[in-house]
């Protein structure tokens, strides 16, 4: 029967990325973990300089975003060598790119660092770390357009295994390094960044095989590296229209007051990890939409819209109902607080009524991916901005404060712009003009 069939191949496209997506965040944990154990300021540097990385890997993601739908058109048409020679395409611009974030990173670290304000010891510790992890920059770039390719080849276990190696090589190389060789925080620094080479050596193998049985060229073609370019500049500007909404309702909560900077950290953690299953079902959407329009199967990439979008309307009934019962006791979890538990549970309830409609956002994003719409997801991240801004200046302006300053922080977040994302998005799909058939 087709549905039970579709149904298992977003399954076993979901189920091992959404592993590798969870692996992603415990190299921080991990660093945190161990680094937390030499103490305070230590920990404080870290921060920092997490926040710093953070801030540039999420901006680089769109390596993998822009080659997996690139990949997968070529592979749905059957030209599987032509495939693996974009993917590789896409792995030499993580190269040229990473180079020169690393480069100019490690020049720039002590000025980064300086613009957080910090105590000298602090600020020591957070310069260590950040300019040797620059190093690992490169690396981090090409896991993500190698990635990308074996998603595009409809592969998600090899990465997930790679990200578990890699993982387990992180906490090993960490501990060893701290606390083996005494090196501190320069060892978690230098333990991180070994691993992550280690899983671009595991990447050059197993992508290297690909390259070999389907006669596939390793060597960068212009024109190639250009198309990856292109189409990764218009995602790059969609990512960035995310990042600046992210950090302008962090600003609203800051001007708020420190309970509800606080309280919006918790629900706003929440809706991340939610997030974790709907990019998986998002990366499942993105390579079996690029597949079918390589193949020129239009009903086919209707049905994995349809498919894809109803189950991430459902997950998020399903989460938003249990966000909804946990919501009184999230905030105990996260500080023990009653206070902050009764300040964040009106913005959690927000959260979980929001959630179907998160749901449907985080795929209907992962559908335009997959379509290599990308021009377009750029130019609506900037229109869902418009609502959201006079939504974000109105909180500040009016400064509602306790538990209905972080609700309507919340509804502004989770309501007006995941609407407005929605509506962009939504208005996409139910046209013509995306379904780009052909390799």
């Given at each position: 029967m087709p549905a039970p069939t579709l149904n298992r191949e977003i399954l076993r496209l979901a189920v091992p990325a959404l592993g590798a997506l969870v692996a992603e965040p415990l190299f921080l944990i991990v660093d945190s973990a161990l680094v937390g154990h030499l103490g305070i300021v230590p920990l404080a540097g870290l921060g920092i300089a997490s926040a710093v990385l953070q801030t540039i890997v999420g901006l680089m993601v769109f390596l993998a975003y822009?080659?997996?739908?690139?990949?997968?058109?070529?592979?749905?048409?059957?030209?599987k060598g032509d495939a693996v020679s974009v993917g590789i395409d896409g792995m030499w611009l993580a190269v040229l790119i990473g180079a020169v974030l690393a480069a100019a990173g490690a020049l720039l670290s002590p000025a980064i660092v300086g613009l957080f304000g910090a105590s000298d010891a602090v600020a020591e510790q957070a310069r260590i770390y950040l300019e040797l992890s620059m190093w690992g920059l490169p690396a981090m770039l090409i896991v993500f357009a190698a990635t990308g390719l074996l998603r595009g080849m409809q592969d998600t276990v090899t990465p997930l295994w790679i990200a578990g190696l890699g993982f387990a090589a992180n906490a090993l190389l960490n501990w060893l390094f701290i606390y083996g060789f005494g090196w501190g925080i320069a060892g978690s620094a230098l333990g991180t960044v070994v691993a992550q080479w280690g899983m671009v050596a595991a990447y050059v193998v197993v992508v290297g095989r690909?390259?070999?049985t389907h006669a596939a060229s390793v060597l960068p073609q212009r024109e190639g590296v250009r198309g990856s370019a292109r189409s990764?500049?218009?995602?790059?500007?969609?990512?960035?229209?995310?990042?600046?909404?992210?950090?302008?309702?962090?600003?609203?909560?800051?001007?708020?007051?420190?309970?509800e900077l606080a309280g919006w950290q918790v629900a706003f953690t929440i809706f991340s990890t939610a997030a974790f299953a709907l990019d998986a079902l998002a990366i499942a959407a993105q390579a079996l939409i690029g597949r079918?329009?390589?193949?020129?199967?239009?009903?086919?990439?209707?049905?994995?819209?349809?498919?894809?979008?109803?189950?991430?309307?459902?997950?998020?009934?399903?989460?938003?109902?249990?966000?909804?019962?946990?919501?009184?006791?999230?905030?105990?979890?996260?500080?023990?607080?009653?206070?902050?538990a009764a300040l964040v549970q009106p913005a959690l309830v927000v959260l979980a009524v929001a959630q179907p409609v998160c749901g449907v956002v985080f795929v209907l994003d992962g559908v335009l991916m997959g379509a290599g719409d990308a021009r377009y997801l750029a130019i609506a991240g900037g229109l869902n901005l418009v609502p959201f801004v006079p939504?974000?200046?109105?909180?500040?302006?009016?400064?509602?404060?306790?538990?209905?300053?972080?609700?309507?922080?919340?509804?502004?977040?989770?309501?007006?712009?995941?609407?407005?994302?929605?509506?962009?998005?939504?208005w996409r799909v139910r046209g013509a003009a995306w379904l780009t058939v052909g390799g």
């Open positions: 822009s080659t997996t739908p690139a990949v997968a058109r070529r592979f749905g048409a059957g030209e690909l390259a070999r990764g500049g218009w995602l790059f500007l969609r990512t960035v229209s995310l990042r600046a909404a992210l950090l302008a309702t962090v600003a609203v909560a800051t001007l708020l007051d420190t309970d079918g329009l390589g193949a020129a199967d239009e009903t086919f990439v209707r049905r994995v819209l349809g498919r894809t979008v109803a189950w991430g309307a459902w997950f998020g009934v399903i989460v938003g109902g249990a966000i909804a019962a946990l919501s009184g006791v999230i905030g105990l979890v996260f500080t023990g607080d009653a206070a902050v939504a974000l200046i109105a909180i500040e302006m009016l400064h509602p404060t306790g538990a209905a300053g972080l609700a309507w922080l919340a509804v502004a977040f989770f309501g007006v712009y995941m609407l407005a994302r929605l509506a962009t998005l939504g």
